[in-house]
Nanobody, 123 residues
Framework: VQLQASGGGLVQAGGSLRLSCAASGRTSRTYTMGWFRQAPGKDREFVATIRWSGSGDVYADSVKGRFTISRDNAKKAVYLQMNSLKPEDTAVYYC?????????????????WGQGTQVTVSS
């Protein structure tokens, strides 16, 4: 399974970006997809996750109310709509796939990872 993330860029504080991630290859019948991010000098952290059914999406407290995760199973894609962006949202954002569809927020549940897309928010 390969994951390709896109949509990152440079935006001013308060602006919006929409990240996309498409999976290719042989996936399990149902799977969870998630977004994580890693800022310079910091550990990778959970952002959001969504199960196959599209329900039960979970967010990190730092992005709750500003970010929305969604998916299109027919396209094997997951999206992250990011609004009201803050400089502290600056990071490389990674999409990931959990073939067990656990809906977990812990990175060790995710077997497949995309290459990352840079999001930079200027103040």
């Amino acid at each position: 399974v390969q994951l390709q993330a896109s949509g990152g860029g440079l935006v001013q504080a308060g602006g919006s970006l929409r990240l996309s991630c498409a999976a290719s290859g042989r996936t399990s019948r149902t799977y969870t997809m998630g977004w994580f991010r890693q800022a310079p000098g910091k550990d990778r952290e959970f952002v959001a996750t969504i199960r196959w059914s599209g329900s039960g999406d979970v967010y990190a407290d730092s992005v709750k109310g500003r970010f929305t995760i969604s998916r299109d199973n027919a396209k094997k894609a997951v999206y992250l709509q990011m609004n009201s962006l803050k400089p502290e949202d600056t990071a490389v954002y990674y999409c990931a796939l959990d073939p067990s569809n656990t809906g977990a927020r812990y990175s060790n549940y995710y077997r497949y990872w995309g290459q990352g897309t840079q999001v930079t928010v200027s103040s």
